[in-house]
């Protein structure tokens, strides 16, 4: 069974110069425009005094988004909370990476926010069309695993 609860991660590419405070009026214009296909944008947080941490999060009622630098890694997280299928999970990342317009690393990281969920690299990969290989985490984590982007 592959669950809902599917996150990605795309993460930006060189050094983060650019403040998080930047994407604040960012993701109030995507409100105002309702900007993200089939998604209902609710409102804008900003964390940026977690170190590593969330950074800026724009709430929608299917999923949520963010700025992070978890890790130690700036991108954009987008996190699905309502039913989808794993290829429309991933479309809208896509979406919404496309939507920043910064530019991405060709790799990116999926995970699965249920530890409850059996998820197994081989049967994500084949619900997304992707090739996952596991991130080493602590066994208490969520399940993570890197992929590779094909646009």
Known sequence: MITHKI???FF???PATKPLAEYIPVFHGWIRRQALAGHLLIDVH???HVHHGPGILLV???ANLSVDEAEGRRGLVYLRKQPARPPEILA???QAVTLLGEPVEPTFEVFVNDRLAPVTAAD???ALGASLTPKPVDPRA???FLAT???
């Open 7 to 9: 996150g990605i991660k």
């Open 12 to 14: 930006f590419t060189g």
């Open 46 to 48: 900003d964390y940026s």
């Open 60 to 62: 929608a009622h299917e």
């Open 92 to 94: 809208a990342a896509r």
């Open 124 to 126: 994500l990969g084949t």
């Open 142 to 144: 969520r399940p993570t």
């Open 149 to 151: 982007v094909s646009r």
